[in-house]
């Protein structure tokens, strides 16, 4: 099945197919007992003791809505008409009985919806972590025995935690979906006070420390799209600020204006810097904040060299460089395509695999250009994320031969789903990691002959329905009706693109695509000298071969 095609299948039903897959996959469907009584007591939610999961959960689910999906229905009628306003909509003075019709507006313009609340709530440790201080990110790394290189940037800490976080909470014996109090161990009651203070929510009276956590949990969602609204409110007037400044405004302006401006911006400027360094340095942070890219200039600066070629020649390497761009753009165009059709989760976990640190806060249009500026590099090493694409027999027979006695136990299980067997994997390779030496060798070489099997056979022995839930992880919607095979397909493209992004697969369709470039590239090369009319047509030859290739991608 060829890719634009499924793409468009996927558009036709993705708002069907999320709307029914949240309704059956809440994030609290796989919460443990203890979380579901955690969030219950965090929101003051009277439940009976004792009480079984069933009726915990139909609890939560109860009362779900009105504080994770809607929590706005309860304010009153300035909380709502406040919080209008700093979405920048103009609201009339409002009576009580307009409340409604605020509630209504407020809808409209909430941080988030349902899906992606739900989003959230199964993956915390992408965002509960951005509203700590680097200092108690630092003191949590230290805490847990978590290295982090010098100097301590906070994208760096971030990461390292992330990293860390579910086999933390393992070996504590804790729980990691909505965690526990050892997630603020390191915290002191004026850390939990202060960080109420500073996102505006009310510290309980009467004040323990069991209440303060309880608080700092229960309004950490709220805190993190605040903070994501107020960062973009800022990238806006700094990306303004950056819109009116022209080459020409640069050029005109003295030393005294430059470093105005790069003190105002935030521009660090070295000492001595000279005034055509100092045009350079606002320039440089002028492209960076403006999205302007390496490849325009490249582009440019590819156009300006080749100007004084002569004119067979130049006619030559344009039909080539279109040929060229038409491989690359095909490539580029599918990988783009496959992306955004990605959770936010399986985006950061691309990022991740590559080691590029994910800053705090960032939305999904930010990691997609984050994803889309290294999509040319390849997953490197092994990861937890490898364990996703291998067969149950493969988990299976990894976690019996892990000495891990937790890991065994759970292979043993004749009614394990792959996704536990996956859990398992994953939490028994990091705490290998962890110790390192032979333990981590050998799970490490686990890997390279179980991937290495799996290349020609890979998903061939997959089932339906585990095809249908690796698909679920990257957030990809199931065309209705697709045979396993179709399902395959596309289990097998959303692999390619995670592993390679745009650069060279094992995949027949970019085989095909490169093999066209290479089998005429050379030849057309060295007719450049020559300045050859055959040079051009064989260029063209060569563009219409790699346009035929792109559309059986």
Same mark, same amino acid.
């Given at each position: 099945?060829?890719?634009?095609?499924?793409?468009?299948?996927?558009?036709?039903?993705a708002?069907?197919t999320?709307?029914?897959?949240?309704?059956s996959?809440a994030?609290y469907?796989?919460w443990h007992?203890?979380e579901?009584e955690?969030?219950?007591?965090?929101?003051?939610?009277?439940?009976?003791?004792?009480?079984?999961r069933k009726?915990l959960?139909?609890?939560?689910?109860a009362?779900?809505d009105?504080?994770?999906v809607?929590?706005?229905r309860?304010?009153?009628?300035n909380r709502?008409?406040?919080y209008l306003?700093?979405k920048?909509v103009?609201t009339?003075?409002s009576?009580?009985?307009?409340?409604?019709?605020?509630?209504?507006?407020v809808?409209n313009y909430?941080?988030?919806?349902e899906?992606?609340a739900?989003?959230?709530?199964?993956?915390v440790?992408d965002?509960?972590l951005?509203?700590?201080?680097?200092?108690?990110?630092k003191?949590?790394?230290d805490?847990?025995?978590i290295?982090?290189p010098q100097p301590?940037?906070?994208?760096?800490?971030?990461?390292k935690?992330?990293?860390?976080?579910h086999?933390?909470?393992?070996?504590l014996?804790e729980?990691?979906?909505?965690?526990?109090?050892?997630?603020y161990?390191?915290?002191?009651?004026?850390?939990l006070?202060?960080?109420l203070d500073?996102h505006?929510?009310?510290a309980p009276?009467?004040t323990?420390?069991?209440k303060l956590?309880?608080?700092v949990?229960?309004?950490s969602r709220l805190?993190?799209l605040?903070?994501q609204?107020e960062?973009?409110?800022?990238?806006?007037?700094?990306?303004e600020?950056y819109?009116t400044?022209?080459d020409?405004l640069?050029?005109a302006?003295?030393e005294s204006?430059?470093k105005?401006?790069c003190?105002?911006?935030g521009?660090k400027?070295?000492?001595?810097?000279?005034?055509?360094?100092?045009?350079?340095l606002?320039r440089k942070h002028?492209a960076e904040?403006m999205?302007?890219t390496?490849?325009d200039s490249a582009a440019s600066?590819?156009g300006?060299a080749?100007?004084?070629?002569g004119?067979a =020649?130049s006619?030559a390497t344009?039909?080539a460089a279109? =040929?060229t761009?038409? =491989?690359?753009q095909a490539i580029?165009?599918?990988f783009?395509?496959a992306?955004?059709?990605?959770?936010?989760?399986?985006?950061?976990?691309?990022?991740d695999?590559r080691?590029v640190?994910?800053?705090?806060?960032s939305?999904?249009?930010?990691?997609?250009a984050?994803?889309?500026k290294?999509a040319?590099?390849?997953a490197?090493?092994w990861t937890a994320?490898?364990?996703?694409?291998l067969?149950?027999?493969?988990?299976?027979?990894y976690l019996?031969?892990?000495?891990n006695? =937790?890991?065994r136990k759970?292979a043993?299980?004749?009614d394990?789903t792959?996704?536990e067997?996956?859990a398992a994997?994953?939490?028994?390779y990091?705490?290998?990691s962890?110790?390192?030496g032979s333990?981590?060798a050998?799970?490490?070489?686990?890997?390279?002959?179980a991937?290495d099997s799996a290349?020609?056979?890979?998903?061939?022995?997959w089932?339906?329905?585990?095809?249908k839930?690796y698909?679920?992880?990257y957030?990809?919607?199931v065309p209705?009706?697709?045979?396993?095979n179709e399902?395959?397909?596309?289990?097998r493209r959303q692999?390619?693109?995670?592993?390679?992004?745009t650069?060279s697969p094992?995949?027949p369709?970019?085989a095909?695509i490169?093999e066209?470039?290479l089998?005429?590239?050379q030849?057309?090369?060295n007719?450049?000298?020559?300045?050859s009319?055959a040079?051009r047509?064989?260029a063209?030859?060569?563009?219409k071969a790699?346009k035929k290739?792109?559309?059986?991608?």
């Open positions: 099945m060829r890719i634009v095609k499924a793409l468009i299948s996927l558009a036709l039903v708002d069907v999320l709307a029914s897959s949240w309704l996959k994030a469907n796989k007992e203890t579901l955690r969030w219950l007591s965090d929101n003051n939610i009277p439940y009976p003791t004792p009480a079984d009726e959960e139909r609890l939560v689910q009362n779900w009105t504080h994770v809607t929590p706005y309860d304010w009153d009628a709502l008409t406040e306003k700093r920048g103009e009339k003075e009576a009580e009985n307009a409340r409604d019709s605020l509630i209504s507006q809808k909430w941080y988030e919806t899906d992606k739900q989003a959230g709530w199964t993956n440790k965002w509960i951005d509203t700590w201080s680097d200092s108690q990110l003191a949590f790394c805490r847990h025995g290295p982090v301590h940037k906070r994208d760096t800490l971030l990461q935690v992330r990293e860390n976080f086999t933390i909470a393992e070996k014996g729980t990691a979906s909505y965690p526990g109090d050892w997630l161990e390191t915290w002191t009651e004026s850390d006070k202060e960080w500073t505006g929510f009310p009276q009467p323990t420390r069991d956590i309880a608080s949990r229960r309004n805190a993190y605040r903070m609204e960062a973009e409110r800022s990238r806006s007037k700094v990306q600020a819109a400044l022209t020409k640069i050029d302006w003295g204006q430059l105005e401006f003190d105002k911006n521009i400027v070295p000492q001595g810097t000279k005034l055509n360094e100092l045009r350079a606002v002028r904040i999205g302007d390496v490849a600066a590819f300006a080749t100007s004084s070629i004119s =020649a006619r344009d039909a279109r =040929a761009d038409a =491989a690359a580029q165009d599918a783009d395509k992306i955004n059709t990605w959770s936010d989760s399986r985006l950061k976990a691309f990022l695999a080691g640190p994910v800053p705090q806060g939305k999904t249009n930010e990691l997609l984050l994803v889309r290294h040319h590099k390849a490197s090493g994320w490898t364990w996703d694409d067969t149950t027999d493969n988990l299976r027979e019996k031969s892990s000495g006695a =937790a890991a759970i043993d299980k004749s394990a792959r996704e067997l996956v994997a994953k939490r028994t990091a705490s290998a962890s110790a390192g333990i981590y050998s799970a490490t070489n686990y890997l390279a002959k991937t290349k020609e056979s890979l998903f061939d022995t089932s339906e329905s585990e095809l839930a698909l679920d992880s957030g990809v919607p209705q009706g697709s045979t396993v399902l395959r397909a596309l289990a692999y390619t693109y995670f592993k390679y992004g650069s094992s995949s369709a970019y095909k490169k066209v470039l089998n005429g590239w030849w057309v090369a007719q450049l000298k020559l300045g009319e040079a047509d064989k063209a030859e060569q563009e790699a290739a792109h559309q059986e991608l």
